[in-house]
């Protein structure tokens, strides 16, 4: 997901010809890897936020977001933290692995300040997953192979865990407050609910 940064662009910034909205703004650098600690059963403000854009923008519905914090296995995921969403997508199905492209495209393509991954950074996502591959923000969102501890082999893992019928978002920390610069001239959500998730009951690690 990496690109060049062209000179001429970088020339024209420098000297003010071209200051677009966000992209005069510092850019957030990568996130780092913040596990779930503290049990928020509800979407955080900027988690409401970035979901409601994703259906807005690009068509689907969320099939999931807020989820229970297990007793026993306490915060395992962060849709116990308020900090996930999941996207309806069928990978079998055209349209919608071409909705998941646009979206993966609007991440992660460079502003016209020639930063990288620049809605992705802005809006604090921490990692993405779908269809087997995992997209970490600590390795510059490069694409990696994907499988959830819960299966000790691909075969025998349901679609779900494969995230084959969802794209699921985790944000950091500060993305999921909404304190991250994408937030900034965006409205508090009007509802902190969002519908429970089809895949609980899963097993620690990214998801
Ligand atoms: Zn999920």
Not at 10 to 26: D, Q, R, Y
Not at 149 to 165: F, G, I, M, V
Request: overall charge positive; some cysteine; hydrophobic content about 35%.
């Amino acid at each position: 997901m990496r690109l060049g940064v062209p000179a001429l662009l970088g020339l024209l910034l420098c000297l003010g010809l071209l200051a677009p909205g966000h992209a005069a703004e510092p850019i957030e650098d990568y996130s780092s890897y913040q596990p779930a600690h503290k049990c928020h059963p509800a979407p955080k403000t900027g988690t409401a936020v970035l979901g409601r854009w994703v259906v807005r923008k690009f068509g689907g519905r969320p099939v999931g977001g807020a989820r229970p914090c297990g007793r026993k296995q306490g915060v395992t995921s962060e849709h116990q933290a308020g900090r996930a969403f999941d996207w309806s997508a069928d990978v079998r199905r055209a349209a919608d692995r071409r909705r998941v492209k646009a979206l993966l495209r609007a991440l992660f393509e460079p502003d016209r300040r020639g930063n990288e991954d620049a809605r992705a950074r802005r809006m604090g996502v921490m990692y993405v997953i779908w269809a087997d591959r995992i997209y970490p923000a600590w390795n510059g969102f490069r694409p990696e192979p994907y499988l959830n501890s819960a299966c000790e082999q691909r075969s025998k893992c349901s679609r779900t865990l494969r995230h084959r019928d969802h794209v699921h978002v985790s944000l950091d920390r500060d993305g999921a407050r909404g304190r991250t610069s994408w937030y900034a001239d965006r409205q508090a959500p009007h509802s902190a609910r969002q519908p429970s998730t089809s895949e609980a009951g899963r097993a620690d690690g990214p998801a």
